[in-house]
């Protein structure tokens, strides 16, 4: 039962990021930079990054006693998605952008890049205890 309900939680959580990235890859392609959400990037990274990164995570924890590579593996799809997503946006970033609005754009990118690797561990470590 709690396996099932890690593995629901996880599908979910890739399920938000590949709509997540099919909504900013509709933006890129775009002119006026909107996907097909109609959110600006703040809210639609607290709606659908923000559960994606913390659902794999709540899997892991309440099926730690559980063995299960496919839930493992899932894990590791999920950290790969969102370190992809964060490399997408150091790649896409606008360096003349940034600086007039003063953000910098690796600081903010990095906790989305350990994120991921955590992820990743943790989906490795639930392999080898399978």
């Known amino acids: 039962m709690v396996l099932a309900a890690s593995l629901i939680i996880t599908t979910i959580a890739i399920g938000l990021l590949v709509v997540y990235g099919a909504d900013v890859a509709v933006g890129y392609s775009n002119e006026d930079g909107q996907g097909f ?12 990054g923000l559960p994606a990164l913390i659902l ?3 899997a892991f924890f309440i099926s730690r006693k559980e063995p ?3 839930l493992g593996g899932m894990i590791i799809v999920s950290g790969i998605l969102i370190i992809i997503g964060g490399a ?12 007039e609005s003063g953000r910098d754009v690796l600081s903010e990118t990095i906790p989305l890049l350990v994120a991921g690797l955590i992820q ?11």
């Not at 959400?37 to 659908?48: A, E, S, Y």
């Not at 990743?120 to 205890?129: E, F, S, V």
């Open 56 to 58: 794999p995570i709540i």
């Open 68 to 70: 299960s590579k496919a």
């Open 37 to 48: 959400i109609p959110f600006d990037h703040k809210t639609r990274g607290m709606g659908l």
């Open 88 to 99: 997408v946006v150091i790649g896409n970033a606008d360096p003349e952008e940034a600086k």
């Open 120 to 130: 990743i561990g943790l989906g490795i470590l639930k392999i080898k205890k399978s």
